[in-house]
């Protein structure tokens, strides 16, 4: 069974530039999430999804993240502008369901993105 | 709000020995726990589940608990190998956020041979 992917695996960009990354879930899977890593944290909640619909997006900062899950399936999560603060790595994740009382997440290996 | 919190400090132990990982919550019991490994460069990668309802679970050499009264969970590596070795991460669900899952900030496991 495929796991989620995620590209790019790395970025690096210019502060004020924008950024966009892409993560296509485990097939069937229900629920999207995208989570932010900066080093030495734990995984942060950006934005959930379930279907295309968004569950939770509470801490994702607005006027410059976006993301969207086109037909319930991949998703993609853009920085314009960027700024220093948002080197890290960006988790996509999938679950069956939305809740976790069905199980675990899948994790996708990440995008690094680094701020100049 | 409600928090979850792990010790940041490495946690160093000998081959063969049994690792114990420690997660506080604050408030709240939280619906359920969730422990996942992660190595360097790589996603975190899911180990066990724990209810609110439930004490103790077990998988292969992994051992959770579930104390309410102390707000903790504890995580048991026994048999410790080199290849385990790595990040773990404690995760809780609560209905406050819609089961989405929270995580500390993790304790980095290095077992030496």
């Known amino acids: 069974e495929a796991g989620v992917a995620q590209s790019p695996r790395y970025k690096i960009i210019e502060k004020r530039q924008s950024v966009a990354f892409w993560c296509n879930p485990i097939?069937?899977?229900?629920?999207l999430y995208w989570y932010q890593q900066i080093l030495g944290q734990g995984p942060k909640l950006l934005i959930q999804?379930?279907?295309?619909?968004?569950?939770?997006d509470s801490q994702l900062p607005k006027d410059r993240f976006s993301a969207e899950r086109l037909k319930g399936v991949d998703s993609t999560l853009k920085i314009q502008p960027a700024k220093l603060e948002d080197s890290a790595v960006y988790l996509c994740?999938?679950?069956?369901?939305?809740?976790?009382?069905?199980?675990?997440?899948?994790f996708g290996e990440g995008s690094r993105l680094t701020v100049l | 709000s409600q928090k979850i919190e792990q010790n940041s400090e490495a946690l160093n132990i000998q081959e063969g020995k049994t690792a114990t990982l420690t997660c506080n919550y604050t408030?709240?019991?939280?619906?359920?726990l969730q422990w996942y490994r992660q190595d360097p460069g790589r996603g975190p990668v899911f180990l066990l589940l724990?209810?609110?309802?439930?004490k103790e679970k077990r998988k292969e050499r992994l051992k959770v608990t579930f104390d309410t009264t102390l707000k903790q969970s504890l995580f048991h590596i026994t048999a410790s190998q080199p290849a385990d070795s790595a990040t773990y991460l404690c995760?809780?669900?609560?209905?406050?956020?819609?089961?989405?899952?929270?995580f500390g900030k993790g304790t980095s496991l290095l077992v030496t041979p």
């Open positions: 994740a999938s679950s069956l369901m939305g809740d976790g009382n069905t199980g675990e997440l899948f």
């Open positions: 097939s069937g899977h229900a629920t």
């Open positions: 999804f379930q279907n295309n619909g968004v569950v939770d």
């Open positions: 408030n709240y019991s939280p619906a359920y």
């Open positions: 724990i209810r609110e309802n439930e």
């Open positions: 995760a809780q669900g609560t209905q406050e956020s819609g089961y989405a899952l929270n």
